[in-house]
Nanobody, 122 residues
């Protein structure tokens, strides 16, 4: 099973980025999916999660209103649209597949992907 996140890069404050996470070796549909991030010198934190069918999403307060999580089960891909980026959004961003939203919010997941680095300059 591989979860491949990509789309990171160096951007300026106020810019947007879209991070895709392509899943292989696993059928995405039964799993709730989440995005997480880890800034330099800090612990990994929950960013957003979406239910298996895509009907309901959840966000950390720090990104609510700026980030949007979505999924395309036919493409086995989850996305994180990040708008109005701030320097404090600088981090390594990870995607993960989990059993339920509660677990994902506590950073418990079945499968983790490798991260993609987002750097926001001021």
């Amino acid at each position: 099973v591989q979860l491949q996140a990509s789309g990171g890069g160096l951007v300026q404050t106020g810019d947007s980025l879209r991070l895709p996470c392509v899943v292989s070796g696993l059928t995405l549909r039964p799993y709730h999916m989440g995005w997480f991030r880890q800034a330099p010198g800090k612990e990994r934190e929950f960013v957003a999660a979406i239910t298996w069918g895509g009907a309901v999403s959840f966000y950390a307060d720090s990104v609510k209103g700026r980030f949007t999580i979505s999924r395309d089960n036919a493409k086995n891909t989850v996305y994180l649209q990040m708008n109005s980026l701030k320097p404090e959004d600088t981090a390594l961003y990870y995607c993960a597949a989990g059993a339920n939203i509660t677990s994902l919010k506590t950073l418990s997941a079945f499968y983790w992907g490798q991260g993609t680095l987002v750097t926001v300059s001021s």
